[in-house]
């Protein structure tokens, strides 16, 4: 008997579960545009507020849609919890291709990171373990805005050279690497930091793509 009781709490549970996950996910896709479905969820607090916000990774699943080069439009949708479900805050539904800038004649993978840390977006291309661009965005009111950016160039994991530009203090860094027979981790860096003009802030909904985005003033 108390077998059976036992058994039928975890069905139960496990169709609840089911359920809430079927609902959350249709409730997620409401707010996607015709031809676009969800690629991947990342979860987290955006505005400090405590409670968990979405961003949705999406891409288009129409061919009609795919640029001239073959390569399919990808995208954010950034989703703030406000306590009663979720709300869009803003979205860019090309940011995240994949150009060919990245990787030119190499014919490696580009492959992508989208996080959630100490309430910031984080945006994360890497090319094997050749070079690296890393976007921060940081979302409040109505719209989330570039506020950092990190790029390295790297030989087998081992940075060689890295610009850092901090958009709120108007400053960039350059980093090179005075010992190419580093390994990993064991770089010694000659740093040259500079005062950069910023003129506007750069709103995520308004970039073309993020590795054509010029950022290095």
């Not at 707010?31 to 990342?42: G, I, K, R």
């Not at 087998?156 to 960039?172: A, H, V």
Request: with cysteine.
């Amino acid at each position: 008997m108390h077998t059976q009781i036992r058994y039928g709490l975890i069905l139960l549970i496990a169709t609840a579960t089911l359920y809430a996950s079927g609902r959350r996910v249709q409730h997620l896709r409401s707010f996607l545009p015709e031809h676009y479905v969800v690629a991947e969820e990342v979860y987290g607090d955006l505005n400090g507020d405590g409670l968990e916000d979405c961003v949705l990774v999406v891409q288009s699943d129409s061919p009609a849609s795919a640029h001239t080069d073959g390569t399919i439009p990808e995208g954010i949708v950034v989703l703030i919890n406000n306590g009663n479900g979720y709300a869009k805050l803003t979205e860019n539904l090309g940011i995240l291709r994949k150009d060919t800038m990245m990787h030119q004649d190499s014919g490696a993978e580009t492959t992508l990171d989208v996080k959630i840390s100490d309430g910031d977006l984080l945006i994360t291309y890497s090319l094997s373990q050749t070079r690296r661009r890393c976007f921060t965005f940081r979302c409040a009111d109505t719209t989330c805005t570039l506020i950092a950016y990190d790029g390295s160039e790297l030989t087998n994991g081992r940075i060689d050279s890295q610009c850092c530009i901090r958009f709120l203090t108007k400053e960039k860094l350059i980093k090179v690497n005075k010992n190419k027979n580093a390994q990993p981790g064991e770089e010694v860096f000659r740093l040259r930091w500079k005062q950069i003009a910023v003129n506007k802030q750069i709103e995520l909904a308004e970039i073309e793509s993020l590795l054509t985005l010029a950022v290095a003033n």
